[in-house]
């Protein structure tokens, strides 16, 4: 229920989730499952945190089995659940650790038994089996252990959640972040939120407005920044943010994640991803989870290290970089110095009884991997506190979309996809594919790198409105290895009718400009050149840094330009006679001979056909 | 025993085949050697001479080139080579261009929905330029998605263009797979293809499909597909079915109008008599006394021999790959010329996407005769020249002056060559 005032709109709800990452939206599904009027508010779009910025590995535990075997456990089981629910979201590659000679074979012995006290499936693997699993897998591997790691999709998985929470009555509030904790006779009785500015599809306030929601609880799941919603109530969080370098690679060199079998250390994993593979990472203890430096030695030491495991990497053609924070958190007194040691385990923060301060419950730590079961504690919490009765009943209920994948392949043939596209369109839509694919109109594709086709787009575009950047999120368009060049206009065009040309156009600007912003740091080789080539295409060609329909761009003066040559008249200063028979300014026929030589152009078949 | 020719040009772009045109007008025997094909086919086929100095729009190329800085390819071959290149050019390519009668831009419509400024255009545009007051009417089509009319309409009219513009958007006569490509549509209208009806062909169904729009328009553009083989043609039966002018809209790749330019221009080639040779790179080459004797191009493993007292390296600059660059610096793969570059990655290009960015200047820097410089700035190499993309010094995108900078250096390095032969 909401009310107008003249500062802004009030509104109530029973609990209010802070965060709209994988905690959040898990959050936010459990108790509007169980129930409970849920509203979750987030500062940007769904996944603007470490949510959108992580490695998406499907833990099966392994790397935990030896330092940290209660997470391990966890992992495993939550890997489980979700290949499950989450079938959509997840792509069951496998992994394996490798050996190389210089790594301890004690360490390789811990790994395997540790594995096996925590239940995880783990099979030895010589040298050369490991190469028959990974082709390009080097020749200075000892062994291997093959686990049940797996990829998941962090984009895909929030969506799903936040459409489910929709669904079930909850409310879904992104663009609006909390400014103010609303505390009375010391307890929390509710959040300040700003309706923002900017793209993006707000259905519940205006821009600029500030809405009051009381609520009867409040869940702080703003991971790296939850000590900043502490300080709004004068709490004091412990979060100690660590980030770490991604490196997206424009082929999937390999189809299982690759580990490398040695005690904690910086680039160690290559995750394949749809049709990229990302290298990961480091970790470094920064001091603001949104200023912190991104490091060009990151990035190459990611290369150097991971081409030891798979040499082809060496050679390969990058396309993108990023970065993410881990929302650490240690116990008070605990005084790790060394982040990689400190537990990757998750914590619930009752303010009531950790501070005296009632109505909220701070969650940290912990990982995407268990972000259900992360979910599932916080709202057993919540609940006994509200008195209600609710079961959890996230682990049985699949995620929308997931439900059927069967069905889908007929689909493919009734749309008319060719298979890779069809199969990939499919399985991103999952169980909706038939609702999305089944417009009766055309379905060109629009970016071609990702195969992502005009309905897809938007169906995207039917929930995140203008926010291209959340369209791209939930459909991988313009992702791919021309980073946007492509086609980011064509995505922007997507929203034409139903948006006017201006916001279409600063739709597309930004869009492009998150594009460049994303690949500077892995700007050299084949990703320069396209980088290179989209400059010529989007200024040159299309002339878009001066575009004359920009305000701040001068008017032009049509008529000091050539309007082309009208026979008889002489030009002013040509340099030669003007060339004649080409142009047709009566509406008459055209002259016949007009650029053909008589000899007829070379046959191109099928090499020009590929964009 | 070595293929021996006067001029070796190394690299078929329009810098290549502009050098090995105006080395030919000096009668002495001409070798082009090209890897692959040109950037002609990503580019729209528009010829830029200079359209934006300092940021300011630039209504006559001529006033605003004097006031470039040092080290600028146009300062470097100065207005005389201009002039030349582009009299090369225009004969090059005959009546198939206009713009040549006079020394102003032109405003043509692009994909995007803006105009931009150029020098020569394709004859297939000149109806849709924009200092023409005519009402027009823009066709995309619903298969289509980087063209969208009603959009690019929209567009102009927030550009102020000086005419009644509205576009509309159609199904295509014939239905293609959900990736075609605008070579699809192109080779359908050539061959004027039965339209998906069965009874009726391609143009015709496009041409009453078109006229139920047309409401007066004085003129009709298309996305840049009207046909590969035969545009003429194509171009002319839907101008006289309409009654109507028909203009193209230059497109991204793959660009229609980029590859018949370059049909074109290698007719040119061998009407003047130059010898071509693809499908293979320069990979290495032999010195003498400070000059290159010999280029050797690797075929598969096999090494080919080329002798030529002079050469011209027209390779190209990122895009097509003259200019290499990897994660510790940047570099000029052929012969290594030094290629002037910050240090630091995170220098080479700045936070805006439209920035003014250093990457956009990478390449190789020449004297006033066109000889790659060294970092001590002393040529490399005593019978090498260097033209196109492949030299620095020159934001293509930002200038709008990518095809005008590939011609008229061609132009000066070729001639150089061929007197020096
Ligand atoms: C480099 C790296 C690699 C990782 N790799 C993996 C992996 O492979 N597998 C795995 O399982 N885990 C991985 N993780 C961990 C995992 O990504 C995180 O644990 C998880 O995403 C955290 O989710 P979250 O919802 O708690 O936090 P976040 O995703 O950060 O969500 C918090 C949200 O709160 C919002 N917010 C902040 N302030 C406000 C405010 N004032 N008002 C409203 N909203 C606000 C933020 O915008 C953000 O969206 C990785 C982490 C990093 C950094
Ligand atoms: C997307 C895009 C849009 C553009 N739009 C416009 C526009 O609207 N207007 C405009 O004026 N300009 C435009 N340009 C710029 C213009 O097309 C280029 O500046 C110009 O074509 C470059 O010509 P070039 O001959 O210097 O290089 P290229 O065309 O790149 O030619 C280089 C040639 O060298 C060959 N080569 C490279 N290495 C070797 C080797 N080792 N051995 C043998 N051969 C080799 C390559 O295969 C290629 O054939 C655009 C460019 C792009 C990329």
């Known amino acids: ?611 | 025993m070595a293929i021996s020719d006067d001029v070796l040009v190394i690299g078929g772009g329009l810098a290549g085949v502009s050098s090995a045109l105006a080395a030919a007008q000096e009668g002495v025997r001409v070798r082009l050697i090209s890897h692959k094909k040109s950037t002609l086919r990503n580019a729209s086929g528009l010829i830029d001479l200079l359209g934006y100095a300092d940021g300011e729009l630039v209504a006559d190329p001529f006033e605003a080139i004097p006031v470039l800085p040092e080290g600028h390819p146009y300062e470097r071959v100065g207005i005389e080579a201009i002039r030349g290149g582009f009299s090369l050019f225009d004969e090059a390519v005959g009546a198939s261009y206009l713009g040549a009668h006079t020394d102003r831009n032109a405003l043509v419509p692009t994909y995007g929905g803006t105009v931009k400024p150029t020098a020569r255009y394709p004859v297939s545009t000149a109806a849709g330029l924009a200092s023409d007051s005519r009402s027009t009417l823009l066709v995309g089509f619903e298969g289509l998605s980087a063209f969208d009319a009603p959009l690019a309409a929209e567009h102009l009219q927030a550009a102020d263009v000086p005419f009644d513009v509205h576009g509309v958007s159609i199904a295509f006569p014939k239905r293609f797979r959900s990736d075609a490509t605008a070579m699809r549509f192109a080779r359908a209208l050539d061959r004027d293809e039965p339209a998906e009806n069965g009874e009726s062909h391609t143009r015709d169904v496009l041409v009453e499909t078109v006229k139920a729009h047309l409401d007066g328009a004085e003129r009709v553009g298309f996305p840049a597909l009207l046909g590969e083989d035969t545009p003429e043609e194509v171009r002319g039966s839907l101008e006289s079915a309409l009654g109507v002018d028909v203009f193209e809209v230059p497109m991204g790749p793959p660009s229609l109008p980029g590859l018949r330019l370059e049909d074109r221009l290698y007719e040119a080639l061998d009407e003047a008599g130059v010898r071509v040779t693809t499908g293979n790179p320069v990979a290495e080459f032999d010195t003498e006394n400070g000059r290159i004797t010999t280029v050797y191009t690797d075929r598969g493993g096999q090494r080919v021999p080329f002798e030529a007292s002079e050469v011209v390296l027209a390779t190209g600059g990122l895009v097509g790959k003259g200019i290499g660059s990897n994660r510790k610096g940047v570099y000029e793969p052929v012969f290594d010329c030094y290629v002037s570059h910050p240090e630091e990655r995170s220098e080479w290009s700045r936070e805006g996407a439209f920035d003014d960015h250093p990457f956009a200047r990478f390449g190789v820097s020449v004297d006033r005769d066109m000889q790659p410089l060294d970092a001590e700035e002393s040529a490399e190499y005593g019978n090498l020249r260097a033209a196109g993309s492949v030299l620095g010094g020159y934001d293509l995108a930002n200038e709008k002056s990518g095809s005008g900078v590939s011609i008229a250096t061609g132009y000066a390095a070729g001639r150089a060559a061929g007197e020096h032969a």
């Open chain 1, 1 to 611: 229920m909401s009310v107008h005032t003249s500062s802004g709109t009030e509104s109530d709800t029973e609990v209010v989730v802070i965060g709209g990452g994988s905690t959040g939206c898990g959050i936010a599904r459990d108790l509007a499952m169980r129930g409970v009027e849920v509203t979750l508010v987030e500062k940007g779009n769904l996944t603007h945190g470490t949510t959108g910025r992580m490695h998406g590995l499907l833990h099966s535990g392994a790397r935990y089995a030896v330092s940290d075997q209660e997470s391990a456990r966890e992992c495993i089981t939550e890997t489980r659940v979700l290949e499950d629910i989450a079938s959509h979201c997840v792509e069951e590659t496998g992994g394996l650790f490798v050996q190389l000679e210089e790594d301890d074979d004690a360490y390789y012995e811990e790994k395997l038994q540790g594995c096996r006290d925590c239940d995880i499936p783990a099979e030895e693997l010589t040298a050369e089996q490991a190469r028959e699993v990974e082709p390009y897998l080097t020749n200075e591997a000892q062994r291997a252990i093959r686990v049940p790691d797996g990829a998941i999709d962090p984009f895909r998985l929030c969506v799903a959640n936040a459409a489910d929470t929709e669904r079930h009555g909850g409310r879904i509030e992104t663009h609006a972040p909390v400014t103010d904790l609303l505390v009375e006779d010391g307890e929390v009785v509710g959040v300040e939120i700003q309706h923002e500015s900017g793209p993006g599809k707000r259905v519940h306030g205006k821009e600029g407005e500030t809405e009051e929601i009381r609520a009867e609880y409040v869940v702080n799941a703003t991971g790296a920044w939850a000590g900043r919603i502490g300080e709004m109530a004068g709490l004091d969080i412990e979060v100690r943010p660590s980030k770490g370098v991604m490196v997206v690679m424009n082929v999937r060199q390999v189809d299982t994640v690759i580990n490398r079998c040695k005690p904690k250390g910086d680039a160690d994993i290559v995750v394949p991803h749809e049709t990229t593979c990302i290298l990961g990472t480091t970790d470094e203890e920064v001091s603001d989870p949104e200023e912190y430096p991104e490091e060009q030695w990151e990035v190459d030491l990611m290369i150097d290290e991971l081409s030891k495991l798979v040499p082809l990497l060496e050679d390969a053609r990058t396309i993108r970089s990023y970065w993410g924070v881990r929302p650490l958190y240690e116990p008070p007194d605990t005084g790790t110095t060394d982040p990689t040691d400190i537990s990757r385990q998750f914590f619930l923060l009752d303010h009531a009884d950790r501070d005296g301060v009632a109505g909220m419950t701070s969650i940290v730590g912990g990982k995407l991997t268990t972000y259900r079961l992360m979910a599932e504690e916080i709202s057993n919490h919540v609940c006994e506190q509200l008195g209600v009765e609710g079961e959890c009943t996230t682990a049985e209920e699949p995620l929308p979309g997931s439900e059927d994948f069967s069905v889908l392949r007929d689909y493919m043939e009734e749309f008319g996809l060719r298979s890779p596209i069809g199969k990939r369109s499919v399985q991103r839509l999952g169980s909706k594919a038939e609702e999305v694919l089944k417009t009766g109109e055309r379905n060109p594709v629009v970016c071609t790198c990702e195969a992502v086709t005009s309905a897809e787009l938007r169906d995207a575009i039917s929930h995140a409105g203008t926010d291209l950047n959340a369209t791209r999120i939930r459909t991988r368009a313009s992702m791919g290895n021309c980073q946007g060049g492509f086609c980011c206009h064509r995505m922007a065009a997507e929203l034409s009718p139903a948006y006017d040309e201006r916001v279409v156009r600063d739709s597309l600007d930004e869009l492009y400009q998150e594009r460049f912003k994303g690949q500077r740091h892995a700007l050299w080789g084949e990703q320069l050149s396209q980088a290179m080539l989209n400059h010529a295409l989007h200024a040159t060609t299309m002339n878009r840094d001066r575009d004359p329909a920009r305000k701040e761009e001068p008017g032009i003066e049509y008529g000091a330009f050539d309007a082309g040559p009208s026979p008889g008249v002489s030009g002013d200063g040509s340099t030669r006679a003007t060339a004649d028979g080409g142009v047709r300014s009566d509406g008459g026929t055209p002259d016949s001979g007009a650029g053909r030589s008589g000899k007829s152009a070379k046959k191109r078949e099928g090499e020009h056909g590929d964009q």
